[in-house]
């Protein structure tokens, strides 16, 4: 574990060049006079008016996700004590616990939330997001995060932006992605919802016939899952592709990867946005693909000069804030650092409206670990729907299949509530 001392030298090195990156003026990463005086407060800690974001932390119920606050802790630590927090006001994270299977429960957070005084939330990733919208919009509190796991609060743009894709990219772009790899089936392990039926059947089903490729929906009880089942269940139906459609949590996926080379399955397994699975595997592992929004550090040899940079300023944080270094560790401390890069650069004030409004009208703004984004969609809440296929390697580490960045057909895209 790196100390304290020696991660803020390393933090300060790099800190300039991400407050640089953020700025929006264009896409070559280059920086602009609107940047320089967020790299002079660089490395100076915040000692003003503590600032209340509040954190939808999905840490309760049966399916929790503790990278999501230890991203949280490690960026409000780099935030508050190398770039000067918030306009030089620190962070005060105010986490609560969400059941992600109970829209109750993220009432109650909302709640607490409004009457706590928070300027803004982020979505943990939590699958009743959509429960909180009314309320907080009512209060004036926006959402921000990165994916919304909950379609209805993807659908729409009001009160919330998302800095990354929205699910539907990352499905169109994997469809996409076995298209051009000479795939021609695949079978995608999702949660027994009424919704997900929907997507395989009238969405996933019809494109993929579109590519020339089969998909089918394998579906297991959101309560009692039985991995070894479903993976029986492909394995004799034997298609080029089986794995998940989507993920609650990094448990889910090992849980099925264990399962699928357990059975003999030999097809590519498709493990959604996961890495944990690649360390319990091990050498099983190679050759499973997965997508994600943001550069991991499993891909760092493969990723540009300033996602690495970045890679390592977060891995710094993420080593100190907790035990958990997951894709949720690492997207929800880009989330945060967004934030911050963003109202900085801007000199927002710091209310729910200016901060909304900051965040809405980023155009060509460099993303932490991700694309270059613009967050001024009307019909969407997502500032990009630009994705990552990754293939894991027999050493662990992941690649990128293709060139980088995929970005899905806007033709289909635009079929989808809120996807473009």
């Keep these: ?29 280059s920086g602009s006079s609107d940047t320089s005086s967020a790299a002079q407060a660089s490395g100076t800690k915040a000692t003003g008016t503590p600032v209340k974001i509040g954190l939808f932390d999905p840490s309760a119920g049966p399916i929790t996700n503790p990278g999501v606050a230890v991203g949280a802790d ?18 005060e994270l105010v986490p609560c616990a969400v059941d992600g299977t109970s829209p109750e429960s ?48 993807g659908a729409r743009p009001d009160n919330r932006v998302y800095f990354a894709a929205p699910q539907a990219s990352f499905l169109i772009g994997a469809l996409q992605s076995f298209q051009a790899q000479g795939k021609k089936s695949v079978t995608l392990v999702v949660a027994d919802l009424p919704a997900t039926h929907q997507t395989v059947d009238a969405i996933l089903g ?12 394998q579906y297991y009880a959101p309560a009692n899952p039985n991995f070894t089942a479903v993976a029986s269940a492909i394995k004799n139906t034997n298609p080029d592709v089986g794995g998940l459609m989507a993920s609650p949590d990094e448990a889910t996926c090992t849980k099925l990867a264990q399962s699928l080379d357990s059975v003999g399955y ?10 944990d699975f690649i360390e319990t595997l091990g050498a099983k592992a190679a050759g499973a ?18 996602a690495q940079e970045q890679l390592d300023l977060a891995t710094g944080y993420i080593e100190d804030a907790g035990d958990t270094a997951d894709f949720y560790t690492y997207s929800t401390f880009g989330t945060f650092v967004n934030i911050a890069n963003a109202l900085n650069t801007a000199k927002s004030e710091l209310t729910g409206p200016a901060i909304l409004a900051t965040l809405k009208g980023l155009t060509d703004f460099q993303s932490f670990l991700g694309p270059v984004v613009s967050c001024n969609k009307p019909t969407s809440p997502n500032c990009t729907t630009q994705m990552l296929m990754y293939e894991v390697g027999d050493d662990q580490t992941i690649t990128p299949i293709g060139e980088g960045y995929i970005t899905p057909n806007p033709q289909i895209m635009a079929m989808i509530p809120g996807a473009t």
């Design 1 to 29: 574990m790196r100390t304290r001392s020696g991660r803020i030298l390393a933090a300060l090195a790099a800190s300039a060049m991400l407050v640089l990156a953020a700025g929006c003026s264009s896409d070559d990463d």
């Design 74 to 91: 490690a960026a409000v630590d780099y935030i508050n004590n190398t770039l000067g927090g918030l306009n030089g006001q620190p962070i």
């Design 106 to 153: 993220t009432i109650g957070c909302a709640n607490q939330f409004v009457q706590g005084g928070v300027v803004a939330t982020v979505d943990g990733y939590n699958t009743t997001s959509s429960a909180a919208l009314p309320i907080l919009q009512s209060a004036g509190i926006p959402m921000i995060g990165q994916i919304p796991f909950d379609s209805v609060t």
């Design 206 to 217: 019809p494109v993929g016939q579109q590519m020339g490729i089969t998909v089918t929906g």
């Design 266 to 275: 030999e097809g590519t397994k498709f493990m959604a946005a996961c890495t």
């Design 289 to 306: 693909e997965m997508y994600s929004p943001i550069w991991l550090p499993q891909a760092k040899d493969s990723a540009p000069q300033l």
